[in-house]
């Protein structure tokens, strides 16, 4: 089992930043794939970002790309995702994810509760 919390979510202005965190405890963080995940209201959720379990390989939905950045820390058992040049319909409760191989869909087997993002114009 692996237990994940988000947090660093908030209220911010269109072009703005914010930077998440999501801290892993219970299995061994370093033996998992993370991955980013968001859900606005009325939408599905959709994949936003993942980062291998050594950090080496990395991959962005386009809507995000060049603007947010994942990243680990393995010896923290964390994973953060920079949000740079924030916009409105970046506005969503963002979720992290972990499992044993990487994968840009949803099917994770762990998931935190979430942490609200909202971009005003």
């Known amino acids: 089992q692996v237990h994940l919390v988000e947090s660093g979510g908030g209220l911010v202005q269109a072009g703005g930043s914010l930077r998440l965190s999501c801290a892993a405890s219970g299995r061994t963080f370093s033996n998992y794939a993370m991955g980013w995940f968001r859900q606005a209201p009325g939408k599905e959720r959709e994949f936003v970002a993942a980062?291998?379990?050594?950090?080496?390989?990395?991959y962005y939905a386009d809507s995000v790309q060049g603007r947010f950045t994942i990243s680990r820390d393995n010896a923290k058992n964390t994973v953060n995702l920079q949000m740079s040049s924030l916009k409105p319909e970046d506005t969503a409760v963002y979720y992290c994810?972990?499992?044993?191989?990487?994968?840009?869909?949803?099917?994770?087997?762990?998931w935190g509760q979430g942490t609200q993002v909202t971009v005003s114009s």
């Open positions: 994810a972990a499992r044993r191989f990487i994968s840009l869909t949803d099917e994770y087997d762990y």
């Open positions: 980062i291998s379990w050594s950090g080496s390989d990395t």
